[in-house]
């Protein structure tokens, strides 16, 4: 069956980094594209990014734009999160998924928590 697993979710200080990654099995992850969202406590979940699975074409909502980088290894079925200069805001659980057909899959999440 389909598994995301996410991982390296940690606590950091405003203005540092961290690389989130999403393994996935159990479904054609190489010729699938994939997305990153995250859900604030007491927010609705938001997409924060998508990677395409042919050209690796990546897109991002406007808060993370020139902050945070989707990237892909096809040869280890992961997807990762490259987050940069992480704010208090950014804090959330940040979760993968991928479409297949009209179902959706996720992880079971990773927590980020940014604060001095």
């Known amino acids: 069956q389909v598994q995301l697993v996410e991982s390296g979710g940690d606590l950091v200080q405003p203005g540092g980094s961290l690389r989130l990654s999403c393994a996935g099995s159990?479904?054609?992850?190489?010729?699938?594209?994939m997305s990153w969202y995250r859900q604030a406590p007491g927010k609705e979940r938001e997409l924060v990014g998508s990677i395409t699975w042919f050209t690796s074409t990546t897109n991002y909502v406007d808060s993370v734009k020139g902050r945070f980088t989707i990237s892909r290894d096809n040869a280890k079925n992961t997807v990762y999160l490259q987050m940069n200069s992480l704010r208090p805001e950014d804090t959330a659980v940040y979760y993968c998924?991928?479409?297949?057909?009209?179902?959706?899959?996720w992880g079971q999440g990773t927590q980020v928590t940014v604060s001095s």
């Open positions: 159990g479904f054609a992850f190489s010729r699938s594209a």
């Open positions: 998924k991928v479409r297949m057909g009209s179902n959706d899959y």
